[in-house]
């Protein structure tokens, strides 16, 4: 924790604000920072954090802080991020599944996530959140929860929520055999696709963030 025992810090490095967070409560974080921004007029003037360190808080907790900044107090979360190169041969996982040579390609062989990989569908009320990619060979059902920091990709149809770049991260992707999600969010970026037409489509379906909103291609 910090010298003076605060529970969230403020600081600002090369014109980049960057909020630090020492609490596994994301509540008292909330209450913290809305007083710290009630009482400091300086303050005021940021309309944008570029970095969010919270290493006791879950990727849920965190986007959950993001959505009390931009809803509370008009504040966007854009990170900006410091490109290393990786001298490491990734560690690569063998699917025997038919996926498609896109998400492969894309995705899957990214130097920067790990894959989680769940080998069944996920039914309501199921919640999975994790610091990578996430593949799930079957279907996501409507009131299932998917939060990603990297890529989602779903070998099936995905109905329930999808959140993945959930750290900021605008190249993440949605990807699925159709999307027909209650919501899908990638990065700050908020959409709701349009509902199950019950027809069987060829390929696979495609979101991510083109220009300033989520778009979904087909890719056969």
Do not use: C, W
Not at 60 to 67: A, G, M, P, S, V
Not at 87 to 97: A, F, W
Not at 123 to 136: E, K
Not at 192 to 218: F, N, T
């Amino acid at each position: 924790m910090s010298a003076d025992n605060e529970i969230v810090e403020l600081k600002s490095h090369n014109s980049n604000f960057i909020l630090n967070i020492f609490t596994d409560d994301y509540k008292k974080a909330i209450d913290n920072i809305k007083q710290k921004f009630e009482r400091g007029s300086l303050l005021k003037d940021i309309s944008v954090i570029n970095s969010i360190n919270a290493k006791d808080l879950n990727i849920i907790d965190i986007q959950r802080i993001k959505d009390f900044l931009k809803t509370e107090l008009n504040i966007d979360y854009k990170e900006k991020k410091i490109i290393k190169k990786n001298t490491k041969e990734p560690k690569k996982e063998i699917l025997k599944e038919n996926i498609p040579k896109v998400v492969k390609a894309d995705i899957l062989e990214d130097d920067n996530y790990k894959t989680k990989i769940i080998k069944s569908p996920l039914r309501s009320g199921a919640s999975v959140s994790y610091d990578g990619n996430i593949l799930v060979i079957g279907d996501v059902n409507a009131g299932a929860e998917l939060i990603a920091s990297g890529s989602i990709i779903v070998l099936g149809v995905l109905r329930g929520f999808a959140n993945a770049g959930a750290k900021g991260d605008k190249k993440a992707m949605v990807i699925a055999n159709k999307i027909v999600a209650t919501q899908l969010r990638i990065a700050e970026f908020i959409a709701i696709p349009p509902k199950d037409d019950k027809k069987s489509y060829s390929g696979v379906q495609m979101a991510l963030i083109k220009e300033k909103g989520i778009e979904i291609q087909q890719v056969n």
